[in-house]
């Protein structure tokens, strides 16, 4: 029960992400046609227009602010990097390393050199490795056929990653 719900949370956050990132991507062409263009209409009913245009001046390009395209791409890559982030942050917080490593690698895909990134690494790296020493334990515990060994390990490895399914297999088996 607890694989379905994983599974249908990791769908669910992986769906919203493609809504959020394709409902912007529509967003901005219109944007930039309403800002460039004009609205005509084809409607013999309507007046006819004047068949001059007043002249807007253009506007120079400011040394100071990005082109539109530019700060589109930086404030979706700003939203991104905080979606990765919180999911990192989510992931640790619930012990679930797996959703820890999927926001942390998505975080430093977006920033290499991003620092909040780089400590969640560090963090999900210590994390790691005390779940393996735990599965390790686990294991050894299991070929010398010592149940209560193998499930206090097991359990403790799975208190670390809530995830790890190998954990999750060995609590099962040592139940037995």
């Not at 719900?5 to 990132?21: H, N, T």
């Not at 245009?53 to 979706?76: C, G, H, N, R, Y």
């Not at 206090?152 to 088996?173: F, T």
Request: glycine content about 6%; aromatic content about 4%.
């Amino acid at each position: 029960m607890l694989t379905f719900g994983l599974a249908f949370l990791l769908i669910g956050g992986s769906g919203l992400l493609y809504w959020i990132q394709n409902h912007e991507t529509h967003e901005e062409p219109t944007r930039s046609i309403a800002a460039r263009g004009m609205v005509t209409s084809n409607d013999a009913n309507q007046p006819a227009q004047a068949t001059t245009m007043p002249q807007v001046p253009a506007l120079a390009p400011s040394s100071d602010a990005p082109p539109p395209s530019d700060k589109a791409s930086a404030d979706k890559n700003q939203k991104s990097m905080q979606l990765a982030l919180a999911r990192a942050h989510d992931g640790l917080g619930k012990n679930n390393l797996q959703l820890a490593r999927s926001g942390i690698l998505w975080a430093l895909s977006l920033q290499p050199n991003n620092p909040e990134a780089l400590r969640l690494r560090q963090d999900l790296l210590s994390r790691e490795a005390a779940r393996n020493a735990a599965l390790k334990a686990a294991r050894s515990c299991v070929v010398q056929e010592r149940a209560m060994c193998a499930w206090q390990n097991a359990n403790s490895a799975l208190s670390i990653d809530s995830s790890s399914n190998e954990a999750k297999g060995l609590v099962a088996r040592s139940m037995r």
